[in-house]
């Protein structure tokens, strides 16, 4: 058992020093001789394959973790696992079949652990699935169970992100809307310039689509503060300038050009 250990700390360390290849070597190798750990062993191999890019052999590695070891402390976290690694290789229909099959691995587990972050966050995703598909009546439904349950900001925000998105392709921009006020006051509470820019740049979309441009050209200069990151401060000052255009107000685009240079 001390050797086990030994190897298992080991391999944590290339794992954590993002040496994977060595990680699953040296696990792959020892698994057999792993005993009570072996489930330990198994989950990390399912991780190391997932933080090296390879989805198919972590998804699978996972799946192994929930089928040989069901009393594993990792049992509700690799069942979530599983799905995301689907998620990455765009198989939506697989990742709905994880997470809300009757009966199913993810779903009899979330049930004895609704407040789980996990299980909250395996909702989140089960949520993006049906936006893939344009399922947005089903995506909608999943988020608002979350309501009492996502306390976390980080969370909160990503709740709220997804509610927007969904209402946004289901046609709903006046909701969608609404919903940006909650999803900018998330943000910012979270303290974390770029969910507070994402969701500001969001709320100047929708704005745009209901053909609000002076509200929308407000909303997308609410980005040219310091701390906002410069992918999403751009993103928005040539939108300001595209909509001064659209106004017919070529002297403020070439202002704003000016300044830019």
Same mark, same amino acid.
């Given at each position: 058992?001390?050797?086990a250990?030994?190897v298992?700390?080991?391999? /944590?360390?290339?794992?954590?020093q993002?040496?994977?290849v ?5 696990l792959?190798?020892e698994i057999?001789?792993?005993?009570a750990l072996a ?5 990390? %191999?399912?991780?190391?394959y997932? &933080?090296n ?10 799946a192994?973790?929930?089928k040989? +070891?069901?009393?594993s ?12 690694a689907?998620? *990455? ?9 994880l997470?809300q099959?009757p $009966?199913g691995?993810?779903e009899?587990?979330? *049930?004895?652990?609704p407040s789980?972050?996990f299980?909250?966050?395996g909702?989140i995703? #089960?949520?993006? @699935? ?7 009546? /089903?995506?909608e *439904? ?8 996502a306390? !976390? ?5 990503r709740?709220?992100?997804l ?5 946004m @392709?289901?046609?709903?921009l006046?909701?969608?809307l609404a ?5 900018v006051?998330?943000a910012? $509470?979270?303290g974390?310039?770029r969910?507070t820019?994402e969701?500001? #740049?969001?709320?100047?979309? %929708?704005l745009?689509?209901?053909?609000r441009?002076p509200e929308a !050209?407000e909303? +997308?200069?609410?980005n040219?503060?310091e701390?906002t990151p410069a992918? %999403?401060?751009? &993103? ?6 595209d ?5 017919n107000?070529?002297t403020?685009?070439i202002?704003r #050009? &000016?300044y830019?240079i």
């Amino acid at each position: 058992l001390l050797r086990a250990e030994a190897v298992l700390r080991q391999a /944590e360390s290339r794992f954590f020093q993002t040496n994977y290849v060595g990680a699953l070597e040296l696990l792959q190798q020892e698994i057999p001789q792993a005993g009570a750990l072996a489930h330990e062993y198994q989950y990390l %191999i399912a991780k190391s394959y997932f &933080q090296n890019g390879s989805f198919p052999a972590a998804s699978e590695s996972y799946a192994a973790v929930v089928k040989k +070891y069901p009393e594993s402390a990792h049992y509700l976290e690799a069942s979530y696992d599983e799905a995301l690694a689907e998620s *990455k290789l765009g198989h939506w229909p697989r990742v709905v079949e994880l997470l809300q099959t009757p $009966g199913g691995k993810f779903e009899s587990a979330a *049930k004895m652990q609704p407040s789980n972050r996990f299980v909250i966050d395996g909702n989140i995703l #089960l949520a993006e @699935a049906f936006l893939r598909q344009s399922r947005f009546d /089903e995506g909608e *439904k999943v988020l608002a169970q979350l309501d009492e349950r996502a306390t !976390v900001p980080e969370t909160k925000w990503r709740q709220n992100y997804l509610m927007c998105r969904l209402q946004m @392709a289901a046609g709903r921009l006046v909701d969608a809307l609404a919903t940006t006020t909650n999803l900018v006051a998330t943000a910012q $509470g979270t303290g974390d310039h770029r969910l507070t820019a994402e969701s500001v #740049l969001l709320r100047g979309e %929708i704005l745009e689509k209901l053909d609000r441009l002076p509200e929308a !050209v407000e909303v +997308y200069e609410q980005n040219f503060v310091e701390g906002t990151p410069a992918d %999403i401060r751009r &993103q928005s000052f040539f939108k300001t300038v595209d909509l001064d255009l659209a106004q017919n107000k070529a002297t403020n685009a070439i202002q704003r #050009l &000016q300044y830019f240079i």
